[in-house]
């Protein structure tokens, strides 16, 4: 399932329904309009993985951004230790850094994708089976 990460990690998933009413209640964001055309770049993941991704637009990161920020406040004990970077993960290659770049290179330039965010899913999965959306929540 295509997602972006908001925050991770999330709440445990017994805590889905409580969190989910707390979130529905509390969200003041308005739908946004979310654009990937900015490119692919990448980073290390633990392990050997080097994880390839689509960057959005400033106004999309921008609105990404200030739905964390939303977020990291209604629930702070699911702050992240390193720095929001916004992405849609396309791949992963067991490659190092500069393998992975010039692997890069030869995707060629990403068409632009994009589409409406009227709503924040809870999602979860069990070791290596598909997310599957457990609780979501309008932006009004």
Same mark, same amino acid.
């Given at each position: 399932m295509p997602h972006v990460n908001i925050l991770w990690p999330f709440v445990p998933q017994?805590? *889905?329904v409580s969190t989910a009413t707390r979130l529905q209640h509390a969200l003041t964001l308005k739908p946004f309009q979310l654009t990937f055309d900015a490119g692919f770049d990448l980073f290390k993941q633990k392990g050997n993985n080097t994880v390839v991704f689509l960057k959005p637009n400033t106004a999309s990161t921008a609105s990404l951004g200030a739905l964390q920020t939303q977020l990291t406040t209604l629930l702070p004990q699911c702050r992240k !230790? !390193? #720095? *929001?970077?916004p992405h849609l993960t =396309?791949? /992963?290659f067991k490659l190092d850094e500069a393998g992975t770049r010039q692997q890069i290179d030869t995707f060629g330039t990403p068409s632009t994708l994009s589409f409406r965010v009227d709503r924040v899913y809870l999602? #979860? !999965?069990e070791r290596d089976t598909p997310f599957r959306i =457990? /609780?979501?929540i309008p932006l009004l």
């Open positions: 017994d805590e *889905f !230790r !390193r #720095a *929001f970077q =396309v791949g /992963k999602i #979860a !999965r =457990v /609780k979501s």
